[in-house]
């Protein structure tokens, strides 16, 4: 990967005329028409807080923050390469691989929880970790401003600032006396650049100026023409950077100043073009590639040649084709006149239910629901498409040089999580990235098996970075997990699952799993206590003593071996590497165990109290994202103990999760009172999770876990609305996928499915699960075998 291809963009100099640019009263016609009010989010001011109130737009590689100011538009924008750290760093970098020798360190360890059974995180930090050195953090770019001198100060009642979900535009409308002006945003993945268009419904009303500005001094800007160069390099790893932008008018005059401005004055319209790369690549261990000057140049020059209208045009095909595959109904009716931020505050109490009735009110609370549903798959379309890195913890979207957690990776729950909802909620394109960035993983992963644990394979630990980090640090409770590996590799297969190309599980998915699966081969060990295999050490993330055969570690070792026996199987791998995953299969510890209050054990030692309300229930894994635990079964019941246990609070993400936890109980209620503590306490005005600060695996996991009440398919059969919640009684879905190789729309009354539409991609037996077949005696009561053949459409009901 190159960081200037796949969504380079620009600051730039030259030449251009307007394209396709009509009046602004126009525009904003064609935007009403073309989109529903139920997919908007919107505001009557403009944006003051980055975090809590800009509107966020990107193409997975370029991402910008929409802050809708009068007299001053700033657009806040990122490119995902932008790092500082790795190869190069002014402090070094070892790829968190211990820096000298430890002969014997984790065999000490492991020998110590033999005989004391637990030891404390700074314990096994102080003999295992090491101070993290040449990490770095993602960058913001910088900031565009567009100043606009006469603007109104502050907003009146026709100001309206918003996000349009169905079109991937960014909208900003306003009058000053007697003219009507219009701003639209959007970031074109088919361009690769970030498009904005200024435009008023009367003649020679527009007067702007575009600067950028920076909290770093590593960079200079220049302008020349119609084009603005902003070049640098971070002062820590001297990765270079440029980004271009170019603006282009009709009517009026532009010039370009000394300092870095460009000017047009009296124009009827104005738009422009940003493109931005660095000279990042993806390549272990040097991580560069070329200078982006040459790549970010023609991008934005092929941007402008092409046109407004046809960015546009093409832009709204590429987004929709995305977004436009999955409808949800459930009862939601917006209030006339009632912004986005009211909505939510207002959640639970129902807006309008004061004047209209609690008719009313519910179904606001409903638009506000599926809004947020909506949301998480335009987040993930913005933040993740072939190209560019993966949805880091904030996607893409980063306005600091010292962002929380380093705007990284974190591979014990957040970056998986991200992508939960890329295959049911019908966006399996969008990882792409995240295929890439595993198997980039993979060369410096080997180096760290080998040095740290002598083994074959290839591990990362609890965290990384876009430079290969697979290695420790040395903050006790998150330095260690060397599960992870082994947990990134089941959404590669997962992605088999649902689209069933033998082609991509045998190129991409399986030498990955493979490569996991050989690791724990060579890293279990027999327990003493009753001679299963175990891992050890094991730390259950950021949450208590390492033990040996923690209840996670085992559950995410078993999803990989199962995985991969599956997997080798079909795919005709030797007999004799088959033969290894199946007698460690049956020795191995499931890490399911009851404990003495009936809950699902966290630890192997039972351990777990009662009163104890941790954010991580990483001991539930088997139930989700895993699939060892069943609904109705004993280890279901101790999964709801442990989890009631936990109670409803936590960080967003953790409520979002338990949203999937309920949903895979067929707990519909819980699952949705659970969405309600989201909304309510860990999601911000411009709909963003909050941990706090802000971070966005809790808007994908919430969306995900709206998929989990409607449609299940893990244990290979599609359970149609199998945690549904009272407070959706009536409604319908389409569009989502299930394993196998379909999609499904589904219309539900008072609580039960009254028709299902299964589309087939492959031609294969099908179980179908759901009330309409309550009549059924065929493979199980209320379900179904349906033979379908690939691109045929069968009805039910």
């Given at each position: 990967?190159?960081?200037a291809l796949?969504?380079?963009?620009a600051l730039?100099?030259g030449?251009?005329?307007?394209?396709?640019a009509?009046p602004?009263?126009a525009?904003?016609e064609?935007?009403?028409r073309d989109t529903?009010?139920?997919l908007l989010?919107w505001?009557?001011?403009p944006?003051e807080?980055?975090?809590r109130?800009?509107?966020p737009?990107g193409?997975?590689a370029?991402?910008?923050?929409?802050?809708g100011?009068?007299?001053?538009?700033w657009i806040?924008?990122n490119?995902k390469?932008l790092?500082?750290?790795?190869?190069?760093?002014?402090?070094?970098?070892?790829?968190?691989n211990w820096r000298a020798p430890?002969?014997?360190?984790?065999?000490?360890?492991?020998?110590e929880l033999d005989a004391?059974g637990?030891?404390?995180p700074?314990?096994?930090a102080?003999?295992?970790g090491?101070?993290?050195?040449?990490?770095?953090a993602?960058q913001?770019f910088?900031d565009?401003?567009i100043?606009?001198?006469?603007?109104?100060a502050?907003?009146?009642?026709?100001?309206?600032?918003?996000?349009?979900?169905?079109q991937?535009?960014?909208?900003?409308?306003?009058?000053?006396?007697q003219?009507?002006?219009?701003r639209?945003?959007?970031?074109?993945?088919p361009?690769?650049v970030?498009?904005?268009?200024?435009?008023?419904d009367?003649?020679a009303?527009?007067?702007?100026?575009?600067r950028y500005s920076s909290?770093?001094?590593?960079?200079?800007?220049?302008?020349h023409?119609?084009?603005?160069?902003v070049?640098g390099?971070?002062?820590?790893?001297?990765?270079k950077f440029?980004?271009?932008?170019?603006?282009?008018?009709?009517?009026g005059t532009?010039?370009?100043?000394d300092?870095g401005?460009v000017t047009?004055?009296?124009?009827?319209q104005?738009?422009?073009?940003?493109?931005a790369g660095t000279?990042?690549?993806?390549t272990?261990p040097?991580y560069r590639?070329?200078?982006?000057?040459?790549?970010?140049t023609r991008?934005?020059d092929?941007?402008?040649?092409t046109?407004h209208?046809?960015?546009r045009a093409r832009h709204?095909?590429?987004h929709?084709?995305?977004?436009?595959?999955?409808?949800?109904?459930?009862g939601?009716a917006?209030?006339?006149?009632v912004?986005?931020?009211?909505l939510l505050k207002?959640?639970?109490?129902?807006v309008?239910a004061?004047e209209?009735?609690p008719?009313?009110g519910a179904a606001?609370?409903?638009?506000l629901?599926?809004?947020f549903?909506q949301?998480?798959?335009?987040?993930?379309i913005?933040s993740?498409?072939a190209?560019?890195?993966?949805?880091?913890?904030?996607?893409?979207?980063?306005n600091?040089?010292?962002?929380?957690?380093?705007?990284d990776?974190?591979t014990?729950?957040n970056?998986?999580?991200n992508y939960w909802?890329?295959?049911?909620?019908n966006?399996?394109?969008?990882?792409?990235?995240y295929?890439?960035?595993v198997?980039?993983l993979?060369?410096?992963?080997?180096?760290?098996a080998?040095?740290?644990?002598?083994?074959r394979?290839w591990?990362v630990h609890n965290?990384?970075n876009?430079?290969?980090?697979?290695?420790?640090?040395d903050?006790s409770?998150?330095?260690?997990?060397?599960?992870?590996?082994?947990?990134?590799?089941?959404q590669l297969?997962?992605?088999y699952?649902?689209?069933?190309?033998?082609?991509?599980?045998r190129?991409?998915a399986y030498?990955?799993m493979k490569?996991a699966a050989?690791?724990?081969?060579?890293?279990?060990?027999?327990?003493?206590?009753?001679?299963?295999?175990?891992?050890?050490?094991?730390?259950?993330p950021?949450?208590?003593?390492?033990?040996?055969?923690?209840?996670?570690?085992q559950?995410?070792?078993?999803d990989?071996?199962t995985?991969?026996?599956?997997?080798?199987?079909l795919?005709?791998d030797?007999?004799?590497?088959?033969?290894?995953?199946?007698?460690?299969?049956?020795?191995?510890?499931?890490?399911?165990?009851?404990g003495?209050?009936g809950q699902l054990q966290?630890?192997?030692?039972?351990l777990?109290?009662r009163?104890d309300?941790?954010?991580h229930?990483?001991?539930l894994?088997?139930?989700?994202?895993g699939?060892?635990?069943?609904?109705?079964?004993?280890?279901?019941?101790?999964?709801?103990?442990?989890?009631?246990a936990?109670?409803?609070?936590?960080t967003g993400?953790s409520?979002?999760?338990?949203?999937n936890?309920?949903?895979?109980?067929h707990d519909?209620?819980?699952?949705?009172?659970?969405?309600?503590?989201?909304?309510k306490?860990?999601?911000?005005?411009?709909?963003?999770?909050t941990?706090?600060?802000f971070?966005i695996d809790g808007?994908f996991?919430?969306?995900?876990?709206i998929?989990?009440m409607?449609?299940?398919?893990?244990h290979?059969?599609?359970?149609?609305?199998?945690a549904l919640?009272?407070?959706?009684?009536?409604?319908?879905?389409?569009?989502l996928?299930?394993?196998?190789g379909?999609?499904v729309?589904?219309d539900?009354?008072s609580?039960?499915?009254?028709r299902?539409?299964?589309?087939?991609?492959?031609?294969?037996?099908l179980?179908?699960r759901?009330t309409l077949f309550d009549?059924d005696?065929?493979?199980?009561?209320?379900e179904?075998v349906?033979?379908?053949?690939a691109?045929?459409?069968?009805?039910?009901?």
């Amino acid at each position: 990967m190159k960081s200037a291809l796949g969504g380079a963009a620009a600051l730039a100099a030259g030449g251009g005329t307007l394209a396709g640019a009509g009046p602004a009263s126009a525009a904003a016609e064609t935007a009403r028409r073309d989109t529903s009010d139920e997919l908007l989010l919107w505001y009557g001011k403009p944006a003051e807080d980055w975090e809590r109130e800009a509107l966020p737009i990107g193409n997975g590689a370029l991402g910008a923050m929409v802050f809708g100011t009068l007299t001053s538009e700033w657009i806040q924008f990122n490119e995902k390469t932008l790092w500082t750290g790795g190869p190069g760093a002014r402090d070094g970098y070892d790829f968190g691989n211990w820096r000298a020798p430890r002969p014997g360190a984790l065999d000490a360890v492991r020998d110590e929880l033999d005989a004391r059974g637990r030891l404390t995180p700074d314990e096994v930090a102080a003999r295992l970790g090491q101070p993290r050195r040449g990490y770095g953090a993602h960058q913001t770019f910088g900031d565009l401003h567009i100043d606009v001198p006469g603007a109104p100060a502050a907003p009146d009642a026709s100001y309206r600032r918003a996000l349009d979900l169905e079109q991937g535009l960014a909208t900003v409308t306003y009058r000053q006396e007697q003219t009507g002006h219009h701003r639209e945003f959007f970031a074109s993945y088919p361009d690769g650049v970030i498009v904005g268009r200024l435009s008023a419904d009367r003649p020679a009303q527009l007067t702007c100026t575009f600067r950028y500005s920076s909290p770093r001094a590593d960079f200079t800007a220049t302008a020349h023409g119609d084009r603005i160069t902003v070049r640098g390099e971070l002062a820590d790893n001297a990765l270079k950077f440029e980004a271009q932008l170019r603006v282009v008018h009709r009517g009026g005059t532009r010039v370009a100043h000394d300092d870095g401005r460009v000017t047009v004055t009296g124009a009827d319209q104005v738009w422009f073009v940003l493109a931005a790369g660095t000279d990042y690549a993806d390549t272990y261990p040097d991580y560069r590639g070329a200078d982006p000057h040459a790549a970010v140049t023609r991008t934005v020059d092929k941007a402008v040649a092409t046109g407004h209208a046809a960015l546009r045009a093409r832009h709204l095909r590429d987004h929709r084709a995305l977004f436009g595959r999955v409808a949800l109904d459930i009862g939601q009716a917006l209030p006339d006149d009632v912004p986005t931020d009211r909505l939510l505050k207002e959640y639970g109490a129902g807006v309008g239910a004061a004047e209209a009735g609690p008719e009313a009110g519910a179904a606001a609370d409903r638009a506000l629901e599926a809004l947020f549903f909506q949301y998480g798959r335009y987040l993930l379309i913005a933040s993740s498409r072939a190209g560019s890195l993966p949805a880091n913890l904030q996607g893409v979207w980063n306005n600091s040089t010292t962002p929380p957690w380093s705007a990284d990776y974190h591979t014990n729950i957040n970056l998986q999580m991200n992508y939960w909802l890329a295959e049911a909620a019908n966006l399996p394109e969008t990882t792409a990235p995240y295929d890439r960035f595993v198997e980039a993983l993979r060369a410096p992963g080997r180096r760290t098996a080998k040095e740290m644990f002598g083994s074959r394979g290839w591990v990362v630990h609890n965290e990384t970075n876009p430079y290969g980090f697979t290695g420790v640090h040395d903050w006790s409770t998150s330095f260690w997990f060397p599960e992870a590996a082994a947990w990134l590799t089941a959404q590669l297969y997962e992605h088999y699952r649902f689209g069933g190309s033998t082609a991509y599980l045998r190129a991409t998915a399986y030498p990955a799993m493979k490569e996991a699966a050989e690791f724990w081969l060579d890293n279990l060990r027999a327990d003493p206590r009753d001679g299963t295999l175990i891992v050890t050490p094991s730390y259950s993330p950021e949450h208590g003593d390492f033990t040996a055969g923690g209840a996670m570690a085992q559950q995410i070792v078993h999803d990989l071996l199962t995985n991969t026996l599956e997997a080798a199987r079909l795919l005709g791998d030797a007999p004799a590497f088959r033969a290894e995953l199946e007698k460690t299969l049956d020795g191995l510890d499931p890490g399911l165990r009851i404990g003495s209050w009936g809950q699902l054990q966290e630890w192997k030692t039972d351990l777990d109290g009662r009163t104890d309300d941790h954010r991580h229930v990483s001991h539930l894994y088997a139930l989700h994202p895993g699939r060892q635990i069943e609904p109705g079964s004993a280890w279901a019941d101790a999964a709801k103990v442990s989890l009631t246990a936990r109670g409803d609070g936590g960080t967003g993400w953790s409520k979002a999760w338990k949203i999937n936890f309920w949903a895979r109980l067929h707990d519909g209620d819980h699952a949705h009172n659970m969405l309600g503590e989201q909304l309510k306490s860990s999601t911000l005005p411009n709909l963003w999770d909050t941990h706090p600060p802000f971070q966005i695996d809790g808007n994908f996991g919430a969306t995900s876990g709206i998929v989990e009440m409607l449609v299940q398919s893990q244990h290979d059969v599609i359970e149609i609305l199998p945690a549904l919640p009272t407070a959706w009684p009536k409604g319908s879905v389409r569009g989502l996928r299930v394993r196998g190789g379909a999609t499904v729309d589904i219309d539900w009354a008072s609580g039960r499915a009254t028709r299902v539409v299964l589309k087939a991609s492959r031609t294969r037996e099908l179980v179908l699960r759901s009330t309409l077949f309550d009549g059924d005696t065929g493979v199980g009561v209320g379900e179904r075998v349906v033979k379908v053949r690939a691109g045929r459409r069968y009805v039910f009901g």
